[in-house]
């Protein structure tokens, strides 16, 4: 999928509720700006994909949470830490980009579109690897501030982050 085309040059002033208040809200024209995502897509599709991204990225960050409030009190992401508001937006994104391959096919049938269609499984699994990595620097900041309020044992988490919690 080309993400350097045209725009639709609509605005629009949408904005995804985060279900779960820990996590800040996504305005959906950032999402089309920070992406070019082409004028073919629908709102209603931009839309579904940030939705269902975001309760991906929320379910993989949800027992971080949940262990980083039981040893302080933060009631939002930006209480805890603002620098990581735009990681969070950017592992979101990320995902609901790698979402939005599949309809691209049926947006445009010349010979572009053939080709990033037959390359589509390896663009999904990039941008899903992009955004595993932005969520494991959410997990690896909370881990880090549970480790030293004792929530945790010191030794349980090694340096390979995401291995270690598997």
């Keep these: ?61 949800t027992d971080q949470v949940l262990i980083l409030q039981s040893v302080v009190v933060a009631e939002t992401l930006t209480a805890f830490d603002v620098s990581l508001v735009d990681v969070y937006k950017t592992a979101v994104m990320h995902w609901a ?12 049938r010349n010979k572009a579109a053939e080709i990033q269609a037959e390359r589509s499984e390896i663009l999904v699994n990039e941008w899903k690897s992009e955004a595993y990595k932005t969520i494991d620097q959410i997990s690896k900041k909370i881990m880090e501030v549970a480790e030293q309020n004792e929530a945790l044992p010191m030794t349980r988490y090694s340096s390979g982050f995401r291995a270690s919690l598997l």
């Design 1 to 61: 999928m080309s993400l350097n085309g045209l725009t639709s040059g609509v605005e629009t002033t949408e904005t995804v509720t985060n279900p779960y208040a820990f996590f800040p809200d996504i305005d959906l024209q950032v999402f089309i700006d920070n992406y070019r995502l082409p004028a073919e897509f629908k709102e209603n599709t931009l839309l579904y994909e940030l939705k269902n991204a975001m309760r991906q990225v929320n379910d993989e960050l």
């Design 97 to 108: 980009r790698s979402g939005l391959i599949k309809y691209f096919e049926t947006l445009n």
